[in-house]
């Protein structure tokens, strides 16, 4: 399976998912850091991939999306944004919607 198949899987199987430099307990960039309090904060459960531990998936995901940069945050299937659009959403209670919708539509099915 080539990477951008790797990725459709990945945000079809996952509810939210982001894609960043580090892991949630470890990031390895501010705006990774911001992004991942922010889902925090929201309290319901996300998947995670390290764009370092996975150099296709690195080099690959702005061509999948036609977005440049990291963090990127998938909802249901769908690139919400980076850090700054994420951060605007929670700060408006916006993402904490999003992601409860997102969670509790995968429970339901």
């Known amino acids: 399976m080539d990477a951008l198949e790797r990725i459709t899987k990945q945000v079809t199987e996952n509810p939210v998912i982001i894609y960043m430099k580090g892991t949630p307990e470890f990031p390895q960039c501010g705006f990774s850091a911001r992004t991942v309090q922010a889902l925090n904060a929201c309290g319901v459960e ?3 991939v390290n764009i370092f531990e996975d150099e296709e998936i ?3 995901l702005p061509k999948f999306a ?3 940069t990291f963090p990127q945050v998938y909802v249901k299937g769908e690139l919400v944004g980076g850090c700054d659009i994420m951060l605007d959403l929670f700060q408006s ?4 919607k999003m992601l409860k919708e997102a969670v509790a539509g995968k429970k339901a099915a």
């Open 46 to 48: 996300y998947a995670y």
């Open 66 to 68: 036609n977005w440049p």
């Open 58 to 60: 690195y080099r690959s």
């Open 93 to 96: 209670g916006e993402l904490q």
